[in-house]
């Protein structure tokens, strides 16, 4: 009988994470850009390649949630991130709010989240990325301004224990930036690395997977 009330005990300690109390996330992602979409580009360079819609750019993070769970339901906090792009070695580091459902309240769930906030940028390496156009090469660099940023998705949450848990979720992503590139008369080809001048903004979106653990 006693160990009976304990497996009970143990099943039931495992079917919520927690009804209330706070909450934090630490996550582990990869995305892969999908396309850029521009809207402000230099008289001139409209149908330019460097100017499409086409950015194939990988970039992986890791990030923090710090929240607060209301119910076995619904939690909200704030987060930030650590964001690298693997192309041209740039990256972010995103600030933003987060909402968090789970659900149901059962042992595992599924989850779903949605964050929206400003990624001030960082670089690495200023050179610019190295692209080919079909008919030569372009020197430009991605993501070369700060913006805001969105990020959603949604997976299953598995709990270990009572006060933890494991989050696998497919996600989507959206951030503002810019493309600077070269713009003007054709330097000569030694300087051309140098000479990227003009910045055309544009959205970045991208998918990916994002690895999490709860407690």
């Known amino acids: 009988m006693v160990v009976l009330v304990a497996q009970v005990s143990s ?3 495992l079917k919520v994470l927690k009804t209330r109390g706070p909450m934090f996330i630490t996550s582990a992602s990869f995305f892969q850009s999908l396309a850029r979409l521009p809207y402000n580009i230099a008289p001139g360079t409209e149908y330019a390649i460097y100017n499409g819609k086409k950015a194939n750019i990988s970039n992986v993070a890791v990030s ?3 929240g607060f769970q209301f119910n076995p339901y619904l939690a909200l906090g704030a987060g930030v991130g650590f964001e690298f ?11 933003y709010v987060d909402f968090r459902v789970n659900m149901t309240d059962e042992r595992i769930s599924p989850h779903w989240y949605l964050n929206a906030g400003y990624a001030p940028r960082w670089h690495i390496d200023n050179r610019p990325y190295n692209a080919s156009t079909g008919t030569g090469k372009m020197y430009l660099i991605h993501g070369y301004t700060s913006g805001w940023m ?14 933890s848990a494991i989050l696998v979720t497919v996600s989507g992503k959206v951030q503002e930036s ?9 330097p000569t080809q030694g300087l051309k690395p140098l000479l990227v001048n003009t910045n055309s903004h544009g959205v970045y979106l991208s998918v990916g997977m994002k690895a999490s653990f709860v407690f």
């Open 178 to 186: 810019s493309l600077r590139y070269h713009s003007g008369v054709e």
């Open 150 to 163: 969105g990020e959603t998705g949604i997976g299953l949450k598995a709990n270990v224990s009572r006060t």
């Open 85 to 95: 792009w693997t192309n041209n070695k740039s990256g972010f580091v995103p600030l």
């Open 64 to 66: 923090q949630f710090f």
């Open 11 to 13: 099943a039931q300690s």
